[in-house]
């Protein structure tokens, strides 16, 4: 066993493909003062507070992390990012957890990740979204025929204001496309 | 006044009243909106839970196209998501010259570059710095003298940048509220979280969120949003939250410039208030507006 291999299995955390690693060195400094936990209006529903949980990220618990709900509760609302006394961007940080929940397609969080990537094949057909072709393409890829049941008093209204209408899923050129591309593009690269 | 103009997706659908209120109460005041030709979604928060790379290249094309149409140097958003996606690329592009690079290479994909100069600013952050308060005074048509109106501020236009309010206790609404003859109501949920997108992928979190802000806002006439997401998450679930915390929740929800523009005489059509989804007959009849729209 070389040095390096020795060093990924004594602190698997520290591993150069250790997805983590990003999101380590986002809270590197935390001092577990506990203002994030303080500071968060979804504390309530969280199985982990957010303190815990970057203690969890800085140990390398990556399976206690993605058990939890906690990063998919994040509601971008700034507020420990605002309070947190070392300056530390945890909505990011949180962010950054849902991305790698959402790269490996993980089952825990399907309905959040199901409902991102929606809206993103929405963005990508059209350049904006389209409202309730997003919410269809929802409903498909989670496969559920009851699921559209829970939102269609709210659908029913909107139509009849005719806010959104039934659409079929469309693509049409538009200019993102070739954004898409190339990000797809540079990140291969990296 | 002359601003560049950036509705976002929801502003062409569900909602559809805060563009067309916007924009009859920023002509009104006599404000310029230019519209952004040929502009993309955001990316919302969707886009930066799955790709970070994507979510600073998608915001990053309407601020270059507003650079190259250089008609303002402020781009006016109303949609308190779309404006923190462009205000942090704006942000995040001026001190990191390395994503500055990475952006620009993305954006020549479209002949676009990104050169910061225009200064992202949201519709709340214009309406109390830029307009003349007598100047909106001497229009007032119509007192909303009696009233309690609760402004609503929600997060993503106060956190994390503090641009033009304090992020811990906002109060730049209550000049205008208060102008319009209106008490302020008092309460300190103005920057609370409404659930943002949870409404969708968790509503049991979200209604409780909602719920809460809701029972706090008791005795007031409306509360007044700044925000899509913040105004649906309000409007829309009033029943089912009546139902699961057993007590009438229901409450008139407007937009701010729906408020503003009342005040000033622009009819129910300008600002498209048959287009919400709260709106009490307590409160239609408290203004005299006919109850059968």
Redesign the interface.
């Known amino acids: 066993m070389n040095q390096t291999e020795l060093q990924e299995k004594q602190n698997p955390s520290r591993a150069p493909e250790n997805p983590l690693a990003e999101v380590q060195n986002m809270v590197n400094s935390c001092i577990q003062c506990g203002t994030c936990s303080g500071s968060c ?2 504390a ?2 969280m199985d982990l507070t957010p303190r815990r949980l970057w203690r969890k990220v800085l140990l390398g618990q990556t399976d206690d992390i993605f058990r939890s709900r906690t990063f ?2 994040c ?5 420990c ?2 309070r947190c006394p070392r300056g530390l ?1 945890l ?1 990011e940080a949180m ?2 957890l ?2 790698i929940a ?1 790269r490996e397609d993980m089952d825990r969080y399907k ?3 199901r ?3 929606s ?2 094949s929405s ?1 990508r057909r059209h ?6 072709e997003f919410m269809s393409l ?1 409903f498909l890829s989670m496969k559920n025929p009851f699921l559209p049941l ?2 269609t008093p ?1 659908g029913l ?2 139509m009849a ?1 005719r ?2 209408a039934i659409q079929i899923p469309s693509r049409e050129p ?3 496309e ?6 797809e593009e ?2 291969g690269r990296s | 006044m002359k601003y560049l103009y950036y509705p976002g ?2 502003l ?3 909602a ?1 009243e805060y563009n067309k209120s916007t924009r009859a109460f920023m002509q009104a005041v006599g404000a310029e909106l230019i519209e952004l030709d ?4 955001c ?12 979510a600073i ?2 915001p990053a ?1 309407n601020i270059a196209l507003a650079e190259k149409m250089a008609a303002s140097k402020d781009l006016l958003v109303p949609c308190s998501a779309c404006y923190l996606n462009l205000k942090k690329v704006e942000d995040k592009t001026r001190h990191d010259s390395e994503l500055l690079k ?1 952006v620009n ?3 020549h ?2 002949g676009l570059q990104l050169q910061g100069k225009v200064r992202v600013r949201h519709l709340l952050d214009v309406v109390s710095k830029d307009l003349d308060l007598p100047v909106f005074q001497n229009l007032l048509k119509r007192s909303f003298a009696g009233f309690q109106i609760a402004p609503y501020y929600g ?2 236009c ?3 940048y503090a641009v033009f309010d304090d ?2 206790a906002p109060r730049s609404m209550e000049p205008l509220i208060q102008a319009t003859g209106a008490e302020v109501y008092a309460w300190d949920m103005g920057g ?2 409404c ?4 409404m ?6 979200g209604l ?2 909602v719920a809460a802000l809701l029972q706090q806002a008791k005795g007031a006439d409306a509360i007044v949003t700044v925000c899509p997401m913040c105004q649906m998450n309000l409007e ?2 009033q029943q089912k939250i009546s139902k699961l915390k057993k007590e009438d929740l229901h409450i008139t929800i407007l937009y701010l410039p729906q408020l503003l523009g009342l005040a000033i005489g622009l009819t129910e059509k300008d600002l498209a208030l ?2 919400n ?1 709260s709106i009490t007959k307590s409160f239609r009849d408290k203004l005299a507006l006919p109850n059968d729209a």
Request: net charge neutral.
């Open positions: 209006p979804n309530f529903a998919s509760l509601s971008d609302c700034y507020y990012t605002l961007a909505t962010n950054a849902k991305q959402a309905q959040s990740i409902f991102y990537k809206f993103l963005v350049g904006r979204v389209h409202e309730m929802f829970a939102f709210l209204r909107l204001k806010k959104i538009n200019p993102l070739a954004i898409f591309r190339k990000v540079m990140e | 997706c929801s062409e659908g569900t559809l040929d502009w993309t979604c990316g919302a928060t969707a886009v930066d839970s799955v790709n970070h790379l994507l290249a998608l094309r990475k290479e993305i954006l994909e479209n997060c993503q106060l956190r994390p992020p811990e609370r979280c659930g943002a997108s949870h969708n992928t968790q509503m049991e979190v409780e969120l829309a679930y048959d287009l989804l």
